[in-house]
């Protein structure tokens, strides 16, 4: 019951005068006075005016009977509570009757007033009530703010309280007498089976989810947090619930908190990690399970972090190196690695690690026992979803043995290779021992025939001799090949004209083309190199030998060469319309001893080492040979050799004047030669012929004796010394350097049993000016001779 006051009439004065007139000076005094008046007529607008609002209510006595009283009472009943509305009353002159006087005291808060009036006190007691009534306003608006107040701090505690009971984490509160006294949506749902869970002892609630000796266990740890005020957090919560068939974990604290006034209560929060929990060890089972399965593994399995720090290697690390846990993890494991392999192991990890590119590297492993086994470590680095690189996972496996078996093979095959070495260097010593035999044979046949005049008598010579140089030929075939085979074979590279060097093998084959009656043409398909960088004995021999075959298997139809330049290679097709080759035998035919078919072999002669020999020299003169070839109706043999062109691209010239680089044969010289070697048969066939080329010769049979016949020949009669390089006493090296030394600077022709560059090299570097192979070439020689004797001497 709040009746409603109005504020702005709350300073007025509400009266009701005796008379009309007091009513008027009632009005001047007090509105001169700042104070509001208002005037009634009779008691009914006297207490509905006050109803409306009143700071003091003014009444002449004469207005005042038992019955009006009432009335007024009524009307300030009205009043609030707060309200004390001061009363004026205006008494008559004269005694007052006290029956009425009791009435009028009745009324509350009334204050009696004489009559005559005196205006100033009449004044200053309606300004001190007025005041008094402010002050009641004042006090109200104060206990509506605190009753405000109160209000909102009841909402507020309404509100937590409905947070904490609709929350659905777990959060409880316990009393001093430890009752439960709130709990949150999360909270009774652990306690569903407890009803009412709110003023239940939370130790017959806990036992009612857990084991007694569970629940006495945590019902301790809230009394003690309740005495001492000491938080709680609990660790490792796991138990079986007694109200379902579960296992749960939960993490929960306890907290002493202020409850209902003054009283201490305790609040439990709990947070339900049994999902968690469930998932860590299904984590843990799958580790174990991972982790077994790679302890079964024969294989090391490790794994290393993003930094390349080692972070597990399975068991069977630990029982092959030894090592302990502790020792293998980060980079200790690396210990365990032979020291001289370490380094390279490392980089092989590391340039495959600084790309996250897969690797593999083999290095020996310590055992435990100390020796080292050789072992393969395979690794490859792992990503996460989003690419991001978490370092490597790899596996290491004992390869020892097969270790030992690729050792075991390397050293067969070094043996194989060193024993086929030695076999080629066997067949090359061999035949360049024949060699020179088989040159003196041929030579002194040449003499005995010059002797002989019977031409029954010549044709047998001729026929030692033609059979010889057949010899010889094979002779030579097996040395290239050897020499090939034990790696001695070495081309010179030299400027070299294609169109003369075809032209060279065109006059060199076309008497056994016409022989035979068969065309040879040589043609070219477009310019090719003037000239080009390459050896040109080798290539005159292989082409000798494709133009000599596809001859000598031809007996119907023509021999072709095509030459073409494309791109810095040279090709030479030689094509044929001979016999051919079945394709079963086309493979076998590079391979040397091999001949296609014993018929074709008997009626052709040859030895089968020729084709192979032209691949290899076509090989290492940067090409290949190739073949097509129809069984009965020929064939095509194709050369191609890397060509860079020296100069322009020429349109070819058969007629190119081939022999320009090589004067004409000389036959004839005048010079005194003084010729050493330790064979007679040398001495023999070099006097020969430098006599039989007009020249004079003095011999002598070792280095030494040279020396010494040059140093005795004072008047220096002697031209030009040809000197052997292996003789006992003093060889031909020796003779050369001291005869420099000694100031000699006649030419020196060496005689070498290997035509190799590196001989020749030698040759030169004792002191020799130029040099020839054996078996001696009575042509060659006697032109270097006649070259050296009319040259300046050196
Ligand atoms: P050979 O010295 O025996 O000729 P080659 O190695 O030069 O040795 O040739 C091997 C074999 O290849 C020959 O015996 C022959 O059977 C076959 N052959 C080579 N060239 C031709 C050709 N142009 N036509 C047919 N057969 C050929």
């Known amino acids: 019951m709040n009746a409603a006051v109005n504020e702005t009439l709350s300073q007025r004065v509400v009266a009701l005068t005796p008379t009309p007139q007091d009513a008027r000076l009632c009005d001047q005094v007090l509105t001169q006075n700042n104070i509001s008046v208002c005037c009634c007529d009779d008691i009914q607008g006297f207490t509905t005016a006050i109803a409306e609002g009143a700071g003091v209510a003014l009444i002449a006595q004469e207005h005042l009977d038992g019955a009006t009283i009432n009335q007024l009472k009524q009307t300030l009943s009205k009043q609030p509570k707060w309200s004390e509305l001061p009363i004026l009353v205006l008494l008559q002159p004269g005694e007052v009757g006290s029956t009425i006087l009791q009435q009028i005291l009745s009324l509350e808060h009334v204050t009696l007033i004489t009559r005559p009036l005196r205006i100033a006190i009449f004044v200053s007691t309606v300004v001190a009530k007025l005041r008094d009534r402010q002050r009641q306003f004042e006090v109200r608006d104060l206990l509506r703010e605190q009753d405000s107040d109160r209000q909102s701090l009841l909402q507020s505690s309404e509100t937590l309280r409905r947070l904490i009971e609709d929350s659905p984490q777990g959060l409880y509160v316990v009393d001093d007498e430890l009752k439960v006294l709130h709990a949150s949506k999360g909270a009774r749902d652990a306690f569903s089976n407890v009803d009412p869970l709110i003023g239940t002892a939370v130790e017959d609630a806990l036992k009612c989810i857990w084991d007694t000796s569970v629940a006495e266990d945590v019902v301790a740890k809230f009394k003690h947090t309740l005495e001492t005020g000491e938080t709680y957090q609990s660790e490792g ?86 090592q302990t846990e502790a020792e293998g993890m980060g980079l200790g494991w690396t210990t365990a690695t032979h020291p001289d392999d370490q380094q390279r192991a490392g980089h092989d990890f590391l340039s495959a690690a600084k790309h996250r590119q897969p690797f593999s590297c083999e290095y020996r492993l310590r055992m435990a026992d100390g020796n080292y086994r050789w072992a393969i470590d395979v690794g490859r680095p792992r990503f996460d979803d989003s690419g991001k690189f978490l370092g490597y996972t790899g596996y290491v496996i004992d390869v020892d043995e097969r270790k030992a078996f690729e050792q075991s093979l390397e050293q067969a095959k070094q043996f194989a290779e060193a024993a086929n070495r030695s076999r080629g260097e066997f067949l090359a010593n061999m035949s360049h021992e024949i060699r020179t035999p088989m040159a003196a044979i041929l030579g002194h046949a040449d003499i005995l025939k010059d002797h002989l005049q019977d031409p029954d008598d010549q044709q047998v010579v001729e026929t030692i001799r033609r059979n010889g140089n057949f010899l010889l030929n094979i002779i030579n075939d097996i040395l290239d090949l050897s020499k090939i085979d034990a790696g001695k074979l070495e081309v010179e590279k030299t ?45 005159r021999q292989i082409l000798l030998n494709l133009v000599g075959n596809a001859i000598k298997f031809t007996d119907e139809g023509e021999v072709n060469v095509v030459c073409r330049y494309a791109e810095r290679i040279l090709h030479f097709q030689v094509t044929d319309t001979g016999i051919g080759i079945k394709p079963d035998d086309q493979k076998a035919l590079f391979r040397p001893f091999t001949q296609v078919d014993n018929t074709s072999t008997r009626s052709f002669g040859g030895t089968g080492l020729g084709l192979a020999i ?97 140093t005795a020949d004072e008047q220096s ?37 290997n035509a190799m560059k590196s001989d020749r090299d030698e040759c030169l570097a004792a002191g020799c000016t130029d040099y020839t192979t054996k078996p001696l070439d009575s042509n060659a020689l006697i032109a270097m001779i006649h070259r050296l004797t009319t040259q300046a001497t050196c």
């Open 717 to 753: 009669t002697i031209d030009l010394i040809v000197m052997d390089m292996q003789m006992p006493v003093m060889d031909g090296y020796s003779a050369a350097t001291e005869l420099r030394q000694r100031g000699c600077t006649l030419p020196i022709i060496a005689l070498t049993a």
């Open 237 to 322: 919560f796991v138990h079986q619930r007694v109200d379902r068939d579960a296992t749960e974990a939960y993490e929960w604290s306890l907290e002493r908190v202020v409850v209902l006034g003054d009283r201490y209560g305790v609040v439990c929060y709990f947070y339900d990690n049994t999902e968690r929990q469930q998932s860590v060890d299904i984590l843990l089972q799958s580790e174990k399970y991972f982790r077994d399965i790679a302890d079964a593994s024969p294989a090391i399995l490790w794994v290393t972090d993003e930094n390349h720090m080692c972070t597990f290697l399975s068991k069977h690390w630990y029982v092959t190196t030894g």
């Open 614 to 710: 032209c691949r290899r020299l076509a090989q290492a003169l940067g090409g290949d040979i190739s073949l097509q070839s129809e069984h009965g109706r020929g064939s095509t043999f194709t050369l191609s050799i890397e060509a860079s062109e020296i100069g322009q691209l020429v349109e070819p010239n058969l007629a190119v004047d081939i022999a320009a680089d090589n004067p004409g044969e000389i036959t004839s010289i005048q010079a005194n030669v003084l010729v050493v070697d330790d064979r007679r048969d040398i001495r023999y066939l070099a006097r020969h012929f430098i006599e039989k080329a007009g020249g004079t010769v003095v011999t002598a049979t070792n280095g030494r004796e040279a020396v010494d016949t040059i």
């Open 495 to 539: 400027k070299v004209r294609p169109d003369g060097l075809l032209a060279e093998v065109r006059s060199l084959m076309d008497v056994r083309a016409s022989e035979k009656q068969i065309p040879l043409r040589i043609q070219f398909d477009g310019p090719i190199p003037e000239w080009i960088e390459s050896d040109p004995v080798r290539l």
